[in-house]
């Protein structure tokens, strides 16, 4: 079945540090890759998505890259702020699953001023 | 924008008791999502729902049950709340058509069974 692997956390990081958080995936076919935020005592949103291999989405400073090769889509950002503490969310949509979300264990990042 | 409100933020109830869980969604979405949310678990889907009056099993739909009487309306119930089944549980919507795997969610319901 389809399957995504989080680094675990929590992540903890200076103000503008630079932010890596690892997901890799296993799907048949070629799914939709999402990276989606949790604000605290908020749901979920959705952060960026790439659709097909080599699609790099990007919001609010984060970007993150879709390779087939490696079945990676690690999220990025250069500089991080106090304000991007959230937990993250890794997740992928395929058709042999009727595009239902599957979700990765979720990286939580503390961001220190 | 579409707004998924989930009417209780907080719940304690005691093992055994009957559980209802509501939400609601604005955007005449077709689609509707219930997950239960533990750390280092992420979010595992207990049931959905395509259409009104329509449901489907999720992965982990043991000890719930759900109606969805209206299209605006998904409500997910404990018939006899067991204290393993203290969680955060979080609704979502999406379009039914075009299919883009983009979820929106309501900000979610936190409940204690003691």
């Known amino acids: 079945g389809n399957s995504v692997t989080q680094m675990e956390g929590p992540v903890t990081l200076s103000e503008e540090a630079f932010l890596t958080i690892n997901c890799t995936y296993t799907?048949?076919?070629?799914?939709?890759l999402f990276w989606y935020v949790q604000y605290p005592g908020e749901g979920l949103q959705l952060l960026l998505k790439?659709?097909?291999?080599?699609d790099k989405g990007s919001n609010k400073g984060f970007e993150a890259t879709y390779r087939k090769e490696t079945t990676s889509f690690h999220l990025e950002k250069g500089s991080v702020q106090v304000s991007d503490s959230a937990v993250y969310f890794c997740?992928?949509?395929?058709?042999?699953?009727?595009?239902?979300?599957?979700f990765g264990g979720g990286t939580r990042l503390m961001v220190k001023p | 924008d579409v707004k998924v409100t989930q009417s209780s933020r907080y719940l304690v109830k005691r093992t055994g008791e009957k559980v209802f869980l509501e939400c609601v969604q604005d955007?005449?979405?077709?689609?509707m999502f219930w997950y239960r949310q533990d750390p280092g678990l992420g979010l595992r889907l207990i049931y959905f729902?395509?259409?009104?009056?329509?449901?489907e099993k999720g992965d982990i739909p043991e000890g719930y049950s759900v109606s969805r009487e209206k299209k605006e309306r998904f409500s997910l119930i404990l018939e006899s709340a067991s204290t393993n089944q203290t969680s955060m549980y979080l609704c979502?919507?999406?379009?039914?058509?075009?299919?883009?795997?983009?979820?929106?969610f309501g900000e979610g319901s936190r409940l204690t069974v003691l």
């Open positions: 979502a919507s999406s379009p039914g058509t075009p299919n883009t795997g983009e979820l929106f």
């Open positions: 799907a048949t076919g070629y799914p939709s």
């Open positions: 790439a659709t097909k291999a080599d």
């Open positions: 997740a992928l949509s395929a058709y042999n699953a009727g595009n239902m979300l599957t």
């Open positions: 955007m005449d979405h077709e689609n």
């Open positions: 729902s395509y259409d009104v009056k329509m449901k």
